[in-house]
């Protein structure tokens, strides 16, 4: 009797992910505005925003990007960060937070912290 063990791998989009050895070149090192998802691949909410990310990380290509840190592999990362809920949208520019949204919400909103 042989036993089949699949792994599910939440794909998410063409978006970058981030580690904590990685954040200091994909964050706050970027040209561009950066939109940090925190996220867990357990969290509905985190999961039902995908496709409004994916929407977003297309129409604002040029002048930002969006990149994902799981919360569930990077939890000392995330307490760093003071991230208390999930998801959590963390807008950066030349390596400053300058906005941030907790739970899930609209692509308006969203588009509205990385336009400040």
Aim: hydrophobic residues 45%; glycine residues 6%.
């Amino acid at each position: 009797m042989s036993i089949l063990i699949v792994m599910i791998i939440m794909k998410r989009g063409n978006m970058k992910s981030t580690t904590k050895v990685a954040y200091e070149q994909d964050v706050l090192a970027s040209k561009k505005t950066v939109l940090l998802d925190v996220w867990a691949p357990w969290c509905a909410p985190c999961r039902g925003m995908e496709p409004i990310l994916e929407t977003i990380d297309k129409e604002t290509k040029d002048w930002a990007e969006i990149i994902k840190l799981d919360a569930s592999v990077e939890m000392e990362m995330v307490q760093s960060l003071g991230v208390n809920g999930l998801p959590t949208f963390l807008v950066y520019k030349e390596g400053q937070i300058v906005g941030s949204s907790v739970g899930a919400t609209s692509k308006t909103k969203l588009l509205e912290l990385m336009s400040k």
